[in-house]
């Protein structure tokens, strides 16, 4: 080997070594963080932090199911034990009294100071009175039972209406055995709340771990034969779907790999030539991954999931190089003057496609587009400068004469059938048209890996333990905690006319759990002092069956306020007061936000501009985050239709450079066109709604198929038997590899699968459809 | 004079035949509950609570439909409705609405079967939560029932119910802590 060729390999060498050094060293992560937009705007940015470290995605959802009712109810209290001792859970209830006590406790001891009723009217002697009849009245009906203890210390009824106002939130778990149960009492439902970030994917499954060792540890204490535990919400489903990726490409890859390499084996015969061929794509992975984690400082799932797809390009050189090898009359050196300059271009189309994705907001598909780029180009230069030297000076591959003769006839016979290629792009057009208001799918959820299973069971505990979606939020922001509490009290004031219209069913408030220290104030200062609290008393009570004197307990606990009791955060934590809480009044950068989650009638969804209006001035901010999220997801997709055009235009501005000719340029392009417009047309007929994945699909049949298409256009349309088979073996190879993705069980991965596949076939079926008279005219 | 006391022969053998024929027991008590598929009767309630001077006083409506559904539903002062379907038992106050599923609560449970289990003819029943005993004739008799189960009759010492034939005319509960509830029982014209 001459100095010169060892050169270009030392510096492969290095490249690889060092690419695998940065791709080892790299995060890989599979966060919502692809989502969140390079600049978001206020909500946007509302929206993934909600969705990244908010209470709904930590929020963790247990049932027991199988056995008996006391087995399951024995077996949630022994899980819900060893849970609350982790570390790992800030807060499990099961709907046991025991866990109950300490906040009912809180609310009794703070209860002056929490109830919205506490007024100066409510403590005076005519306030005094109407609240002592009505709590009476309680004291009489069937739900008297708690009113009637409490009667000494809470004549006004104070912790009945505390108790109201939580049933208000919505229906309770039912019961079964004492602890928390579905509506038909089959399952035991537990509800917990991770300390972790529901994005923090690794903390979810060490808490899902968790939560699985825990509950076979509590079965190995009581006797549940059968027992079984289920789990869902979001940090959950964002585990098992980082797991169901992980093993769906991990067996995608390896089916793949397996049946090119037999693919190739067969074509090449020669073990030596399979695993070179190989080599630029695994040199292009590497080199792509190096190249995502140096640029994001992070590479995402999405993005990993997308490096088989390399495969697709990259094997396609090695072919071309050693098929074509014997068409450049038999020399290496012959073969690089000869075809190498077409590939280049190919190449150069490929990296000027996936490069427009570079400028895309949305951080999943830059990171696609730098991988792509940085792989192709990496996988080339290999093809071009490293692997002709690494081939042993006897080099051969089988001849593939034979089949190439045959293609070479078949192609002969195109002509015929060139009508095909308008006649099909016309009805692919007219269908497209018909459907361009549902072509593409604009929810987020399209992209989703749960099944409609899962999602319904989700809903069933959901319903079943009363936990809201949080779907619909008030943000109100403030400099500090209590201007956010403050800000949450107007918020809340402005909200009551709409709860009172029925516009809006409820709402939370931090505020609620921890009333600002102004109301807090106000209120006690509605409380008499004892003395003025006994004498209005002994007024109020006139006539009706109630001594003051048995009332002291009442004045005492009045007394404490009125000197100056007051309920502070820390007296909240730990409990399930303290946990709503954190969930809803939380620090950002620059302040504090005090979050208001609504609940939307049971007619359906909330009037977004009705609540906007109530909010005007308030300074506060109504969301909608699935509107949000589907809104982001959408501007996307528009983002990434435009990019793609503009690539497709930078694409044509390259062959028109290099071809200098309209003719020449429109010869490569119409085959590629054709087979995209066909495709979309043909995955919308299979019922597929189009999202970003199958946009990133078109992208890869325009970078592979255009090598097709230019070696089409570089032969004149004719290309000699041994070119023809290589393109046939490397549209196999792409096919194989593609249509065995399209059988994967995540909706992504099966959407670049169908497209990819299809696509390439049909861009080399027109390439060879429509160059055919071109060169029989020659 | 003959005649009164020839009357009062005849009274006293149609007594004795009667007495004879069936005597007074608790079965059939309950068998002749289990007969009335539906009953309806108002209520005045006296609710005596240590604290006060005075019973609070309420009133309204009970119905009964078998086989398990049995309804409260107070009038005066205040108006509520509480009903009791097969295990689920919802209490319905102004704007508020409560929903209790008794087989996560065994002392409710057992407070609501002490009736409708009367009222169903359901001795198995009763006879799980409760002792009975049954005194008094047909035409006035008193069953009381006191809770097996010492967590129960710690809230509830004895529920005494009294009637006459299958209609009861007055449910009395002494609670626990010393508390008693006197419900007064006027039987309606089925609707």
């Known amino acids: ?778 | 004079m003959r005649a009164k006391s020839l009357a009062s022969a005849v009274l006293l053998a149609w007594a004795l035949a009667a007495g004879a024929a069936a005597p007074w027991t608790l079965e059939r008590l309950l068998q002749g509950f289990a007969q009335t598929r539906e009953s309806r009767a108002s209520f005045v309630e006296k609710k005596s609570v240590g604290v006060l001077e005075r019973p609070l006083v309420s009133s309204g409506e009970l119905r009964f439909e078998a086989p398990d559904r049995l309804e409260k539903r107070t009038l005066r002062p205040r108006p509520e409705l509480l009903r009791l379907e097969g295990d689920t038992l919802t209490l319905e106050r102004g704007e508020r609405r409560l929903r209790l599923d008794l087989r996560g609560n065994p002392e409710a449970a057992a407070l609501a079967e002490s009736i409708r289990g009367t009222l169903a003819g359901d001795r198995a029943a009763l006879e799980r939560v409760y002792r009975l005993r049954l005194e008094g004739t047909e035409r006035d008799w008193a069953l009381t029932l006191v809770p097996r189960d010492a967590a129960l009759a710690a809230l509830v010492k004895r529920i005494r119910i009294a009637g006459h034939r299958a209609g009861i005319s007055v449910v009395e509960i002494l609670h626990g802590n010393g508390d008693g509830t006197l419900l007064s029982v006027q039987p309606l014209p089925a609707p």
Request: proline letters at 4%; glycine letters at 10%; one cysteine or more.
């Open chain 1, 1 to 778: 080997m001459t100095r010169q060729r060892l050169a270009p390999l030392g510096a492969w060498l290095a490249a690889l070594a060092l690419a695998a050094a940065v791709a080892a060293g790299a995060r890989y992560t599979a966060d919502l963080s692809a989502f969140l937009p390079r600049a978001p705007s206020p909500a946007q940015q509302l929206l993934v932090d909600q969705l990244r470290d908010g209470a709904v995605g930590r929020v963790m959802l247990i049932a027991i199911e199988g056995a008996d009712v006391a087995s399951r109810a024995a077996l949630s209290r022994e899980l819900a034990a060893r849970l609350r001792d982790d570390a790992r859970f800030a807060y499990i209830a099961n709907g046991a009294a025991r866990g109950t006590e300490r906040e009912r406790k809180l609310l009794f001891e703070h209860r002056y100071l929490l109830s919205p009723a506490v007024t100066p009217e409510r403590f005076s002697v005519g306030g005094l009175r109407e609240a002592i009849e009505e709590t009476l009245d309680l004291v009489a009906s069937s739900a008297g039972g708690l009113a009637q203890a409490l009667l000494p210390r809470d004549p006004t009824g104070e912790m009945a209406r505390l108790a109201a106002r939580r049933l208000a939130e919505g229906p309770r778990p039912a019961l079964a055995g004492g602890v928390w149960a579905s509506r038909d009492g089959e399952r035991a439902l537990l509800l917990a709340r991770t300390a972790a970030a529901g994005a923090d994917t690794d903390a979810q499954e060490a808490a899902l771990q968790a939560v699985t060792a825990a509950f076979a540890d509590a079965a190995a204490n009581v006797r549940a034969p059968g027992a079984q535990l289920r789990m869902t919400g979001a940090g959950v489903f964002a585990v098992q779907s980082r797991a169901l990726i992980k093993r769906e490409v991990a067996r995608v890859a390896l089916l793949g790999v397996a049946l090119v390499a037999a693919l190739l084996l067969w074509a090449y015969r020669s073990a030596t030539a399979l695993a070179l061929g190989l080599l630029p794509v695994l040199t292009g992975g590497l080199v792509g991954v190096a190249a995502v984690a140096t640029g994001f400082g992070v590479v995402h799932g999405i993005t990993l999931g997308f490096g088989a797809t390399l495969i697709g390009e990259a094997v396609d050189y090695a072919i071309y190089l050693f098929v074509q090898t014997g068409a450049a009359r038999g020399s290496r050196d012959a073969w690089l003057a000869e075809f190498w300059p077409t590939i280049r271009l190919g190449v150069l189309t490929s990296m000027i496609g996936f490069a427009a994705l570079l400028l895309s907001g949305f951080p999943g598909l830059a990171q696609l587009g730098l991988y792509s780029v940085s792989g192709l180009a990496a996988a080339a230069l290999f093809t071009r400068f490293v692997l002709p030297a690494l081939l042993p000076a006897a080099f051969q591959v089988r001849e593939l004469s034979s089949l190439g003769a045959r293609l070479a006839r078949l192609r002969a016979a195109a002509p015929r059938w060139r009508w095909l290629v308008p006649a099909l792009c016309a009805v692919a057009a007219v269908a497209l048209i018909a459907q361009r208001g549902s072509l593409w799918a604009t929810d987020l959820s399209s992209l989703s890996t749960l099944s409609d299973a899962e999602q319904a069971y989700d809903g069933r505990l959901r319903a079943d333990l009363g936990a809201a979606d949080a779907r619909y939020l008030v943000v109100a922001a403030g400099d500090d905690e209590q201007d956010a509490l403050r800000a949450a009290e107007r918020v809340g004031r402005a909200l009551q006319p709409l709860v009172a219209q029925g516009l809006i069913a409820g709402f939370d408030s931090p505020a609620r759990y921890l009333p600002s220290d102004a109301t807090q104030a106000a209120r006690a200062a509605s409380l008499p002092a004892p003395r003025e609290l006994r004498a209005r008393l002994g007024r109020a009570l006139r006539g009706l069956p109630l001594r003051a004197a048995r009332l002291e307990g009442f004045i005492a606990d009045a007394a404490e306020v009125h000197a100056g009791l007051r309920l502070r955060r820390a007296d909240l934590e730990g409990t399930a007061l303290g946990v709503a809480l954190d969930s809803l009044l939380l620090r950002r950068a620059g302040g504090w936000h005090a979050l208001l989650p609504l609940r939307a009638p049971q007619a359906g969804a909330i009037d977004a501009p009705q609540v906007r209006e109530a909010l005007l001035g308030s300074g506060a901010l109504f969301l909608d985050l699935k509107a949000e999220a589907n809104a982001l997801y959408a501007g996307y997709l528009h983002e990434a239709i435009a990019l793609a055009t503009a690539g497709v235009a930078a694409v044509l501005l390259l062959l028109m450079v290099a071809l200098r000719s309209a003719s020449r340029v429109g010869r490569v392009a119409a085959p590629l066109g054709a087979a995209v417009v066909v495709t979309a047309a043909a995955l919308a007929a299979a019922g597929q709604t189009l999202t970003l994945l199958h946009l990133v699909g078109f992208l890869l049949v325009v970078a592979v198929g255009s090598n097709y298409a230019l070696f089409f256009e570089r032969a004149g349309g004719a290309p000699e038997p041994r070119v023809l088979a290589s393109l046939a073996l490397a549209n196999a190879t792409t096919v194989i590899g593609f249509g065995v993705l399209a059988t994967a069980s995540v909706p992504v991965l099966r959407a670049i699968g169908a497209t990819v596949a299809l696509g390439t076939l049909l861009a080399l079926a027109f390439a060879a459809l429509l160059s055919s008279a071109h060169g029989d005219a020659r």
